[in-house]
């Protein structure tokens, strides 16, 4: 009786009752969203390395060593010795090393040295391997695989030439022209830092720079794709490796060695506690969105609030008549805040069933416009917690406006007794 009474007042004040329905359902899309965005994009930042037990370069600082390492971002102090490198991956307790050489750029982009490793043993996320969406890894020294969003933005296809830029940055005066890399392979999305790396063998990398002194090319040392095909090239260092163990027990023991050797101390970091350091820092940026959103509901709740209580300003006269019909004013005051209730109910599942379906439809957009990884998932127990707040909020704005008809209900008790 309540119920059905209840959702013929609202229906009886449809349009402004829409409104706040929209209100509330956008308040809550967005809360709920941007929860969503924290677990999800914190858990792909977490992910955007998985598998690897240690990152070992020279000694600088783990968040330093992490930034260029993992996410391509700042450069190293000093680069690690390639028979350093040599002693870490002939260690009979390691499975496998994933050699990266930094330094050079292509519009933009970061120019990554390495070996064919990298598409075998990195992983990202829950896991997952590295899967090429055409074309594969490197075949010849000149061979060049791009991520996901270089090959997008800059309409690459199998076989395209690249010119590689002598330093970072988006603009270089000094290219290595003489040398072009033809493009064998693209990256699958990933969502993680290698979306937008160019990934170049180690080999091509030091062919690049023969003839070079300074950052600066020596006329008449330069040689062709041929003669650099002929050379030894192996590297004379690199910046970072990664390293996977045979097994997770001995990470920290060697992580101790490494850090600890009289010779030449290195730095080795163990990935998770670095990115937890790194998250630290860039975590106020989670804090502020969740500030926003749970702003952006406040002003739903106040809307709520505001058209029970014009509504109740307007249905005196309707008061009045369930007064005469013998409602006793705990009912009217109870009807009040079951339309609250069922207007904020209303606006809550209408905003989860908004946002899944908005995830739905953008999920692949996301992921290839900004590398943004989400995934239709059942909502988390924070946010359940966030929807049943809003709930909550909703019957405590109709209370108001309750209490306020069943004193309008006791005085015309009081002047109809008098």
Not at 204 to 223: F, K, Q
Not at 359 to 372: K, R, T, V
Not at 404 to 410: G, L, T
Request: net charge positive; glycine share 10%.
């Amino acid at each position: 009786m309540l119920i059905t009474l209840a959702c013929k007042s609202l229906l009886n004040r449809r349009y402004s009752a829409l409104l706040t329905l929209m209100a509330i359902a956008l308040s809550t899309a967005l809360l709920l969203g941007v929860q969503q965005i924290r677990e999800q994009g914190k858990a792909a930042f977490f992910n955007s390395v998985s598998g690897t037990d240690l990152i070992v370069g020279a000694p600088s600082g783990p968040v330093q060593l992490l930034l260029y390492s993992v996410f391509h971002m700042g450069q190293a102090t000093q680069n690690l010795p390639w028979s350093r490198y040599q002693s870490i991956a002939e260690d009979p307790r390691v499975d496998w090393t994933i050699p990266l050489s930094l330094g050079d750029s292509h519009r933009g982009y970061t120019v990554v040295g390495t070996t064919n490793d990298l598409f075998v043993h990195f992983m990202y996320g829950q896991q997952q391997s590295l899967a090429f969406s055409r074309g594969g890894p490197f075949k010849d020294r000149f061979d060049v695989v791009v991520g996901h969003e270089v090959a997008k933005r800059l309409k690459y296809r199998l076989g395209d030439h690249l010119v590689i830029a002598h330093g970072g940055g988006n603009t270089s005066f000094k290219q290595h022209d003489n040398l072009p890399f033809t493009l064998s392979g693209v990256l699958a999305a990933t969502g993680t830092p290698l979306d937008r790396a160019v990934l170049i063998p180690l080999e091509g990398l030091e062919a690049i720079h023969l003839g070079w002194r300074a950052g600066i090319p020596i006329p008449g040392l330069e040689v062709s794709a041929e003669q650099a095909r002929q050379l030894n090239l192996t590297p004379r260092e690199v910046t970072s490796v990664l390293v996977g163990l045979k097994s997770k027990l001995q990470t920290f023991r060697i992580q101790r060695e490494l850090n600890t050797r009289a010779d030449s101390p290195l730095m080795a970091v163990l990935p998770g506690m670095a990115l937890q350091q790194l998250w630290q820092v860039i975590g106020v940026i989670e804090q502020s969105l969740l500030l926003v959103s749970s702003a952006a509901l406040l002003i739903g709740m106040i809307g709520l609030l505001a058209l029970l209580l014009v509504g109740l300003e307007q249905r005196r006269h309707e008061i009045a008549v369930l007064r005469c019909m013998g409602c006793p004013p705990i009912k009217i005051a109870a009807l009040l805040l079951l339309e609250s209730v069922l207007l904020t109910a209303s606006g809550v599942l209408l905003g989860i069933a908004a946002l899944q379906g908005l995830i739905l439809a953008l999920q692949g957009p996301l992921l290839d416009e900004f590398g943004l990884a989400l995934t239709l998932s059942p909502l988390s127990s924070t946010q359940w917690l966030q929807a049943a707040l809003i709930l909550g909020m909703g019957a405590l704005a109709g209370l108001v406006p309750a209490l306020k008809a069943w004193r309008q209900a006791r005085a015309q008790d009081l002047i109809r007794h008098n």
